[in-house]
Nanobody
Framework: QVQLVESGGGLVQAGDSLRLSCAAS????????MGWFRQAPGKEREFISA????????YYAESVKGRFTMSRDNALNTVYLQMNSLKPEDTAVYYC?????????????????WGQGTQVTVSS
C-alpha cells in the first residue's frame, strides 16, 4: 500500500496557474503508475492525467490537454500536476492515485491507493 499526500491547491483566478504535488510513502514508488483525478460537487470522480513508471509517457483527458502537464520525480517519490490557464470549470477536489498497472487507475479498482485530495477553486 502507498500513502499519498497531495498539496498545492488553493483559490486562484481564471487564467492563473497552480502546481499540485503528491508525495508517496513507499521507496518502491518507481514501480507504480500514477494518476491525477478530480471530483467536482455533485459529479463523479474523473480522470485527468496519468504517467508511466519512468515518466516518459503521459496521458491526459481532453478537457485539460494542452493546459495541464504531469511529471514525476522518482528520486523524491513525488508526482506533480502543473495546471495553466485555469478555468472556473476546473474547480474540484484533486486526488492522486497509485496503481501497479495503468488500467487500474480508476475509481473503485482494487489495490489502487488514493490521497486525501486537495481543493482547487478557480474564480471567474
Amino acid at each position: 500500500q502507498v500513502q499519498l499526500v497531495e498539496s498545492g491547491g488553493g483559490l486562484v483566478q481564471a487564467g492563473d496557474s497552480l502546481r499540485l504535488s503528491c508525495a508517496a510513502s513507499r521507496r518502491t514508488f518507481s514501480r507504480y503508475v500514477m494518476g491525477w483525478f478530480r471530483q467536482a460537487p455533485g459529479k463523479e470522480r474523473e480522470f485527468i492525467s496519468a504517467i508511466s513508471l519512468s515518466g516518459r509517457m503521459t496521458y491526459y483527458a481532453e478537457s485539460v490537454k494542452g493546459r495541464f502537464t504531469m511529471s514525476r520525480d522518482n528520486a523524491l517519490n513525488t508526482v506533480y500536476l502543473q495546471m495553466n490557464s485555469l478555468k472556473p470549470e476546473d474547480t474540484a477536489v484533486y486526488y492522486c492515485a497509485a496503481a501497479d498497472r495503468l488500467e487500474m487507475l480508476r475509481p473503485g479498482a482494487p489495490n489502487t491507493d488514493w490521497g486525501q485530495g486537495t481543493q482547487v477553486t478557480v474564480s471567474s
